[in-house]
Nanobody, 118 residues
Framework: QVQVAESGGGSVQAGGSLRLSCQASRFTYSNNYLGWFRQAPGKEREKVAAFDNAGSTDYADSVKGRFTISKDNAKNTLYLQMNSLKPEDTAMYYC????????????WGQGTQVTVSS
């Protein structure tokens, strides 16, 4: 059974930085899809950043230039470096993983809260 766990959330002031980490047991990070999503109260979940199975990255327009997704395949760890945080980045952040043949993400973490104050 694949288990996904995020860490690194917290509260920061606008302009600050946070780094989120995600580990997925029994899931190979290379050649699979990995992503960070977020959901704010009253809003739909949105994809923030992701790797495809070729290692290419994709970012939401709202975070381009501020967030960076990276991974360490050897450590099976996914990261999301978040800089220049804004109050509108406040949300629950989720890590997710999926197999290349799946249409949707198969495995999700419990989420880690990020709160940005003005």
């Amino acid at each position: 059974q694949v288990q996904v766990a995020e860490s690194g959330g917290g509260s920061v002031q606008a302009g600050g930085s946070l780094r989120l980490s995600c580990q997925a047991s029994r899931f190979t990070y290379s050649n699979n899809y990995l992503g960070w999503f977020r959901q704010a109260p009253g809003k739909e979940r949105e994809k923030v950043a992701a790797f495809d199975n070729a290692g290419s990255t994709d970012y939401a327009d709202s975070v381009k230039g501020r967030f960076t997704i990276s991974k360490d395949n050897a450590k099976n760890t996914l990261y999301l470096q978040m800089n220049s945080l804004k109050p509108e980045d406040t949300a629950m952040y989720y890590c997710a993983a999926r197999w290349p043949w799946s249409r949707e993400y198969n495995y999700w973490g419990q989420g880690t809260q990020v709160t940005v104050s003005s």
